[in-house]
């Protein structure tokens, strides 16, 4: 099961951590995911961390973003820094397994927290 958090409403240029809280699998066994869905759009891939921790990134949110997680705590990390209003979406972390930026399986979903930036 996953859980996200931490989600909620920003100013522009403003920072949020996500979160997401593993339980009931064996969290440093997958590789893990950040995705988001925007309103009228399609879900899309944000950030990738392998079992590794090797980190993958969509372009619109390099520097800006960190992928983060931590094994002992089960948990996946989110740290969004100078947002934007197009960061405005539901943003859903997921377990899986990643062979790179564009190749993914992602297995499990967790329910999405929402941010909203504002202008």
């Known amino acids: 099961q996953l859980q996200a958090s931490g989600g909620g409403l920003v100013q522009g240029g403003g920072s949020l951590r996500l979160s997401c809280a593993a339980s009931g699998r064996t969290f440093s066994g997958y590789d893990m995911g950040w995705f988001r869905q925007a309103p009228g759009n399609e879900r899309e891939f944000v950030a990738t961390v392998t079992k590794n921790y090797r980190t993958y990134y969509t372009d619109s949110v390099k520097g800006r973003f960190t992928i983060s997680r931590d094994n002992a705590k089960s948990t996946l990390y989110l740290q969004m820094n100078s947002l934007k209003p197009e960061d405005t979406a539901v943003y859903y972390c997921?377990?899986?397994?990643?062979?790179?930026?564009?190749?993914?399986?992602?297995?499990?979903w967790g329910k999405g927290t929402l941010v909203t930036v504002s202008s």
């Open positions: 997921a377990a899986g397994v990643v062979t790179g930026r564009d190749y993914y399986k992602m297995s499990y």
